[in-house]
């Protein structure tokens, strides 16, 4: 059974720091592996979407990687900004007929202080 | 519409009444999905819709759980005789469906079962 495990739970940094978000599953058998924010009392946005066979995706100031043999992928967010303040989550699919089948991690608080 | 729209966006409830939740999805997507989202823990599945049929309701908690999609389109989740441990963040999102793996969320319901 595919889990997804997010660390830190939490993380709080000065504004302009970079700094990396960890996301690890137990099943390297993966569709794809998006990484989303969501903010308080707001749905879900999609973030990065990474394909099983591509390594990483850059959007912005956001890159994410992907090492699928090892069951991680990292989100690196570089000169953090107070609006980056979010709850940042993973989650893996398995297999590219189950659209709905994303594994979600339980996510990671990030603060970015002014 | 312009995105996916859930409402009540906040629901407060005494044990044991039943709920409907409401989602709207964007217009023209055919697969919308219910994820139930409680404090610190990962999204969880609950159902997927293919139109108007639902392939999987494997996700569903228990019998007090039922959902239905009429037209195509609006899917209602109703919770019967609700209990506290129901208490959580109730988010819907809609996608193209197929092989399209971006699915677009609502802001979500906030149930409170008191």
């Known amino acids: 059974k595919q889990e997804v495990t997010q660390i830190p739970a939490a993380l709080s940094v000065p504004e302009g720091e970079n700094l990396v978000l960890n996301c690890s599953f137990t099943?390297?058998?993966?569709?794809?592996l998006q990484w989303f924010r969501q903010d308080p009392g707001k749905g879900l946005t999609s973030l990065l979407l990474?394909?099983?066979s591509q390594r990483e995706q850059t959007s912005g100031r956001l890159n994410a990687s992907l090492d699928k043999s090892s069951g991680r992928s990292t989100l690196y967010i570089a000169a953090s900004q107070p609006g980056d303040s979010a709850t940042y989550l993973c989650a893996v699919r398995g297999s590219m007929d189950s659209n709905y089948q994303l594994i979600w991690g339980a996510g990671t608080k990030l603060i970015i202080k002014p | 519409g312009a995105g996916v729209s859930q409402s009540p966006s906040n629901k407060v409830t005494e044990k044991g009444k039943d709920v409907e939740l409401r989602c709207d999805p964007i217009?023209?997507?055919?697969?919308l999905y219910w994820y139930r989202q409680s404090l610190g823990q990962g999204l969880e599945f609950l159902i997927y819709?293919?139109?108007?049929?639902?392939?999987?309701k494997s996700g569903l908690p228990s019998d007090r759980f039922s959902a239905e999609r009429t037209g195509g389109s609006v899917s209602t989740l109703t919770i019967q005789r609700t209990q506290q441990e129901d208490s959580a963040v109730y988010l819907c999102a809609s996608s193209l469906g197929g092989s399209v793996p971006e699915a677009f969320f609502g802001q979500g319901t906030r149930l409170t079962v008191v």
């Open positions: 099943d390297s058998a993966i569709y794809n």
């Open positions: 217009s023209g997507h055919t697969a």
């Open positions: 990474i394909q099983s």
């Open positions: 819709f293919q139109g108007n049929s639902a392939p999987d």
